[in-house]
């Protein structure tokens, strides 16, 4: 995985991909027009929100707020995770995943 990422940000222009993404998540018109504060209590289908106990992009706080405004939401902190759950701890993740599906 590693190997992976590093050929991914090693491509040319990525940087300046993420800068404009960046520049994007950080205006804040779009901040406003995207506030989920606003939008979370509207999605009233059971909802899984999996969050890393040691994401170093948004702290679990993040999650932990999703989740409170989510009518049928349920949080799982990945003990020991990153910012990609998903990737880092996949078995344990499709299994808490069918978990929630079944």
């Known amino acids: 995985m590693v190997d992976e ?14 800068t ?11 901040r406003r027009y995207w506030w989920l504060e606003q939008r979370l209590p509207r999605i009233a289908c059971p909802t899984l929100v ?4 040691d994401d170093p992009v948004m702290t679990s706080d993040f999650g932990r707020q999703a989740v409170s405004l989510l009518p049928n939401g349920r949080l799982h902190v990945f003990e020991d ?22």
């Open 5 to 18: 990422e590093q050929a991914r940000h090693a491509r040319a222009n990525v940087g300046e991909a993420y």
């Open 20 to 30: 404009a993404i960046l520049a994007a998540v950080n205006d804040p018109n779009m």
């Open 50 to 53: 999996t969050w890393g106990s």
């Open 81 to 102: 995770g990153t910012h990609n759950p998903h990737a880092v701890a996949l078995e344990k993740y499709a299994a808490l995943l069918a978990e929630f599906l079944a």
